[in-house]
């Protein structure tokens, strides 16, 4: 923790009611659209997250499984916590519209959260000052901020803290907010008095799981990572499987299919913060301009984006997928032979296969290029 966890914390039942109140609003005023309270009790989330490992649906992402129960244990995590501090900021931006570049397969599609720059390092500042203002009145307190920075559940305590439910798509969702929203959490030993669960408004809506490309919602709420769009274009290392290559259409970091549909989406708010706003075009960026970024160029423009951090390997990897989905033409072609001897065998493979999609013999047409 940040401070020395209380032992017996001073505050009377009444004070702490009043802190948590005053908690609320400090975090509307630093840009928080809502927070919210809950406790450590996450033994139904564990059940349900255990079972996912076992059926291997994380796919790569052998860190997920690697800390065992601490993710469901906010207590084992970070002793002396008793309480979860969970807040939401609103990221969807003021950009080309998704259902225009989606259509347009000479253009990439960047998943909306990724448009602008990288939201950890804003928000947990944010949760920084939240801390510092609640140790104004409390005193000296235990905590812990996370965002995406832990092995932390964060959904199933954003649900529990009142903040929303998880829809079937495994999105968190708010009657007035959608689902276009970021969590972040602080771990107190402050025994502050809890929130109340909202209860699940899906219904017998299934708009995400039918619009999903790759079919990675293979039941109402659980979702497939090995399937999921989000996975391949982030999370996977190696190659993508060629199965899946022609659903990803021109997604090349990230998807949004499942959100753009959600009923839900039709309340949420654009956000107030420039730094989630588009840089550098990528809201409507032709995929031979992204394919022709070197590496400097890719780090270099990419400074500060969550992008940057699948390397450019696997940015050229998603773009080629991309590209050979594209309807042929001669740039896309002489775009994609440029990066036939790529040092990548990765790029070089998905280059390769991009170009069969336009009819490109490469035993034959190697030496002419």
């Known amino acids: ?59 790569e992402m052998e860190w997920m499984a690697r800390h065992g129960r601490l993710r469901s244990r906010p207590a084992e995590l970070v002793p002396g916590t008793v309480r979860v501090i969970s807040v939401r900021m609103d990221y969807f931006p003021n950009a080309s519209p998704a259902e225009d570049v989606l259509s347009n397969r000479q253009l990439a599609y960047v998943s909306r959260y990724a448009l602008g720059r990288d939201y950890h390092k804003l928000m947990r500042r944010r949760l920084q000052s939240l801390a510092e203002r609640i140790a104004t009145v409390s005193g000296p307190f235990g905590y812990r901020a996370f965002v995406d ?63 999903c490309p790759t079919a990675a919602i293979v039941e109402p709420y659980v979702v497939d990572a090995r399937r999921c769009i989000s996975y391949l274009t982030i999370e996977l290392q190696g190659s993508i499987p060629v199965e899946l290559r022609p659903l990803l259409g021109n997604r090349i970091y990230g998807c949004d299919d499942c959100q753009l549909v959600c009923p839900w989406n039709r309340f ?57 989905n594209a309807a042929s033409s001669p740039e896309i072609i002489t775009a994609l032979k440029t990066r036939l001897h790529h040092p990548s065998a990765m790029v070089r493979e998905h280059v390769g296969w991009a170009l069969q999609q336009h009819g490109i013999n490469l035993e034959e047409d190697i030496d002419h290029v």
Request: glycine share 8%; hydrophobic share 40%; aromatic share 8%.
């Open 1 to 59: 923790m940040n401070a020395p966890p209380n032992k017996t914390c001073s505050l009377t039942e009444s004070q702490l009611a009043e802190l948590a109140a005053k908690i609320k609003l400090w975090g509307q005023n630093l840009g928080f659209q809502q927070v919210g309270i809950t406790d450590t009790d996450l033994s139904q989330a564990e059940n349900y997250f255990l079972d996912w490992l076992r059926q291997g649906r994380q796919g």
């Open 149 to 211: 920075s832990a092995p932390v559940l964060e959904k199933p305590l954003a649900d529990k803290a009142g903040l929303g439910w998880i829809g079937k798509h495994s999105n968190l969702l708010h009657r007035e907010a959608g689902s276009w929203f970021f969590l972040g959490e602080l771990y107190t030993d402050l025994p502050l008095p809890i929130d109340e669960p909202l209860t699940d408004h899906c219904g017998d809506c299934e708009a995400c799981i039918t619009a």
């Open 268 to 324: 949420a708010k654009m956000t107030q913060e420039d730094d989630y706003l588009p840089r550098h075009g990528l809201d409507s960026s032709e995929l031979v301009n992204l394919f022709g970024w070197d590496k400097n160029t890719f780090l270099s423009k990419l400074e500060g984006s969550a992008i940057r951090r699948i390397g450019h390997e696997a940015w050229l990897r998603n773009i080629a997928v991309a590209m050979g």
